[in-house]
């Protein structure tokens, strides 16, 4: 079982550069979420999706952009990288709304480094 | 003031020793609380809920007191493979379900 899968896993960027994040899912769940992940900070809400063709802005959303027309992908955009940007980036989904379970499931990750 | 604190560590502690760690929270209409376990450059993944009740899950506890807003985990007979990040995570009320996670706190359990 795949599960959350996330591409690419390491990336370097120069500043001003471009760069599409994939996250795929086979669990047919509807939620859908990126977080960013720094020392000290904890992790960050970036932007979720609640279904298919919906997008959210979440606690950090400035400086991507996301799209989610398929149900299995969430794509996590960055139009032009900045150092601030650094950051490991963690794909979660989730069946229906967290209040209950509270369980995502995440996927393994992806070190991005901007210059 | 950040939502959900934690002190980050390390805690260092030998096996077979009892650790506890809080977590509190500064919105008093939360709602849920859990405890995500993380290895070190790994993903997160979910230990346990915690229950107003408190709930206990093999050597694993977790309390919660709403009235000082922290909750906790207590771990007993502590093993190596417990070494770990442990993120406290709630839920605050009318925010969509969303969850905030604490910065984690840091567990390294030695021969």
């Known amino acids: 079982n795949a599960g959350v899968t996330q591409t690419p896993k390491f990336r370097v960027l120069k500043t001003g550069q471009s760069m599409t994040l994939l996250c795929a899912q086979d669990?047919?769940?509807?939620?859908m979420y990126w977080y960013r992940q720094d020392p000290g900070m904890g992790l960050r809400l970036i932007h979720y999706s609640v279904g298919e063709g919906t997008t959210a802005k979440g606690e950090v959303p400035d400086g991507y952009n996301v799209s989610r027309l398929k149900k299995q992908n969430f794509l996590l955009g960055l139009e032009s990288a900045a150092p601030s940007q650094t950051s490991v980036y963690f794909c979660a989904s989730s069946y229906d709304t967290l209040t209950n379970t509270g369980e995502l499931f995440f996927g393994e990750g992806s070190r991005l480094t901007v210059l | 003031r950040k939502e959900v604190e934690q002190d980050p560590g390390p805690f260092n502690v030998p096996e077979g020793a009892t650790v506890a760690f809080n977590c509190t929270y500064s919105n008093s209409a939360s709602q849920s609380f859990f405890w995500y376990r993380q290895d070190c450059r790994k993903e997160p993944k979910l230990l346990m809920s915690?229950?107003?009740s408190g709930n206990e899950d093999g050597r694993f506890t977790a309390q919660l007191n709403r009235a000082s807003q922290y909750i906790s985990l207590l771990i007993r007979d502590s093993k190596l493979s417990d070494s770990a990040t442990y993120l406290c995570?709630?839920?605050?009320?009318?925010?969509?379900?969303?969850?905030?996670f604490g910065q984690g706190t840091e567990l390294s359990v030695k021969p």
């Open positions: 669990m047919n769940h509807e939620y």
């Open positions: 995570v709630v839920i605050p009320h009318n925010q969509g379900g969303k969850l905030i």
């Open positions: 915690v229950y107003s």
